[in-house]
Each structure stands twice: as C-alpha cells, then as structure tokens.
C-alpha cells in the first residue's frame, strides 16, 4: 500500500523568508504526485504536480516542486512567502487509476 | 471551470440518524471520492467510485456506504451517525488515470450530538 509522509506539522516563517515543505512516498510503481493547497475558508485546489519529464515542476504563486526519484521525494519550495501564503499544504500520490494517498498535511504561518 | 458541489455546508444531526451527503460534479469524471478530513490526520479516503454502480473502499469505509447511480453524482450515506463522524467531509472527482488531478467540493461540517 503506498503512503506519503509530510515532515513538518506546522511552519511558521515571516514574509520574504525561503519555503521548504519536505514529502515523500512509499510506492513502487509509476507515481504521480501533486501538491494542494488548502487557503482559509476555500475548497482543496492544486498548486502543482509531476506525472513525467523534466522532475523541476513549477505551480501557480511562484511555487515549484521538484522530483527525486531516488529518494522517493517531491519536497515543494518558494524563494520568498508572502502573508497570502498562510494556508494547508497537502502532498499527494496517484495510482494509476487515479486514487490518490493524502499526507497528512503541513499548516504553514506568514507573520507580516 | 470545473465545478463540484456539495448538498449542505453545515449538517446537524443526532445519533442514530440515516445521513445523506450529496455531491454533484460537472466535468464529466469518471472518478468520484469521498474523504473525511479531520486536524492532523489530513485527508482520508471513504469511498472510491471509477464508473456508474460501480465503488471501492478506501481507508476508513466502516460506518458508511456510497452510491452512485448517474455519472455526475455521488452519494455518501451514514446508516446510523455516531458522534465519531462528526467531521468535515469532502467530495472530490477527476479523470480516470492517475495523471489527472482531483477537484473538491467546499466540504460539508457534519456534527453529530
């Protein structure tokens, strides 16, 4: 069964600071994976994701994600957060049918 | 734009009750979910459904069933609600293959007392 696991619970960074948010997955076939993001008060809605070709993905709001096959990884990154950052980050891997595994997901904090 | 909706934002009901948990998806999906999504544990996959009549178990599918009987809309059903489902439920529908990402309803808070 594949799982996916986000390293962090709850960051909290201030405004123009680097973003990392760490993911990885246990499954052994082809992977599909994708970031989400969760904005206060707002439906689920995709950041990005990577399904094959170049492993550097890049997303709406200047985030980009990249692939690492070897370590089973898809950590997401933004050179600089902006208070409308604040929100939910979940990870997610696909099978090929389309059912997806959930992170657990990561709360990120933009002090002003 | 892909639209999925959901029957009620805000539910209230009492234990023992028959819940009924609607979604309707506009794209054409052939792939229909339902998660519940609780603080910490992210989101969790109830039920799972590729085409019409036709429904996977996912990780938690104790205490619920689904339904599916046109293509455009699935049904979550709670035979009899516990207080331990009392959570945020979402719908969500996509394309067949795994390539194909997920759309999501604005959820349904379903508290039962």
């Known amino acids: 069964a594949q799982s996916v696991s986000q390293h962090n619970h709850h960051v909290i960074l201030s405004e123009a600071a680097s973003l990392e948010l760490g993911c990885n997955y246990s499954?052994?076939?082809?992977?599909?994976l994708f970031w989400y993001v969760q904005y206060p008060g707002q439906h689920l809605q995709l950041l990005l994701k990577y399904f094959s070709g170049d492993p550097l993905v890049k997303g709406i709001k200047g985030f980009e994600a990249e692939f690492i096959k070897s370590k089973f990884s898809f950590n997401l990154r933004k050179p600089s957060v902006q208070w409308s950052d604040t929100a939910e980050y979940f990870c997610?891997?696909?099978?090929?049918?389309?059912?997806?595994?959930f992170g657990d997901g990561t709360t990120l904090t933009v002090k002003p | 734009d892909v639209k999925v909706t959901q029957s009620s934002r805000y539910l209230v009901k009492r234990t023992g009750e028959k819940v009924f948990l609607e979604c309707v998806q506009d794209?054409?999906?052939?792939?229909m979910f339902w998660y519940r999504q609780d603080p910490g544990l992210g989101l969790r996959l109830i039920y799972f459904?590729?085409?019409?009549?036709?429904?996977e178990k996912g990780d938690i599918p104790e205490g619920y069933s689904v339904s599916r009987e046109k293509k455009e809309r699935f049904s979550l059903i709670l035979e009899s609600a516990s207080t331990n489902q009392t959570s945020m439920y979402l719908c969500?529908?996509?394309?067949?293959?795994?390539?194909?990402?997920?759309?999501f309803g604005p959820g349904t808070r379903l508290t039962v007392t």
């Open positions: 499954y052994g076939g082809t992977v599909n």
């Open positions: 459904s590729y085409d019409v009549k036709m429904k």
């Open positions: 969500a529908s996509s394309f067949r293959t795994g390539a194909y990402e997920q759309y």
């Open positions: 794209m054409d999906h052939e792939n």
């Open positions: 997610a891997v696909n099978t090929n049918a389309g059912k997806s595994t």
